[in-house]
Structure formats: C-alpha cells, structure tokens
C-alpha cells in the first residue's frame, strides 16, 4: 500500500506535518470528561496507531484520514482498519490481563 499524498483527502500545508505540533493542539483541546477517552486508553490506542502499517507522515491514519491524536481522544471513537478494530482488540486484552492480576 503506497501513496503520493499523505491523506486520501488533502493535501496537508507543510506547517502541519509536524507530529509533535498536532499532538500538543490536541491536548489541549478541552473534551466534556463523558465523552473523552481516559488517558491510559488513549495512550494504548496511539501507540496501537504508531505501529500500524497504515500511519502517514506520524499523525495521520490511511483509512480515515483523521488526525490520530484527536480520533484517539474520544471515547466512542474507533479504529477504522479493515481488518478490524485494533484499538478495541487491545483494550480487551489488556482489560483481560488486569482482570487476572
């Protein structure tokens, strides 16, 4: 799978293709607690999302063209790889791990 342009809708400003930039916007955006992930899930879902085969330009998913620092941010948010749900994938395994502990 390869691709001249680093997301499938646009053509991103040479400004943004920095990671660390778009990680700290996202961070401060300000999300009502019922809707936002908790911090140790987003943490999974973004290193989940940084060894995905399908991460452009260190921020940007293949799939769905999103920002993975703000599609990771929101609780109800998924995964949209074709295989499946990686980010659920994990959390169940790891809510399995912590359930034997």
Not at 47 to 55: D, F, M
Request: glycine share 2%; proline share 5%.
């Amino acid at each position: 799978m390869t691709t001249s342009r680093p997301c499938k809708r646009c053509e991103p400003e040479p400004d943004f293709l920095d990671s660390q930039k778009i990680a700290s916007i996202a961070a401060e955006i300000k999300i009502d607690s019922s809707l936002a992930s908790e911090e140790e899930v987003y943490k999974m879902r973004l290193a989940e999302c940084n060894e995905c085969e399908a991460l452009r330009e260190k921020f940007l998913c293949f799939y769905c063209g999103c920002f993975i620092s703000f599609r990771a941010r929101t609780a109800k948010s998924y995964c949209p790889h074709p295989e499946g749900d990686k980010w659920k994938k994990n959390e169940l395994h790891e809510l399995i791990c912590r359930s034997k502990r």
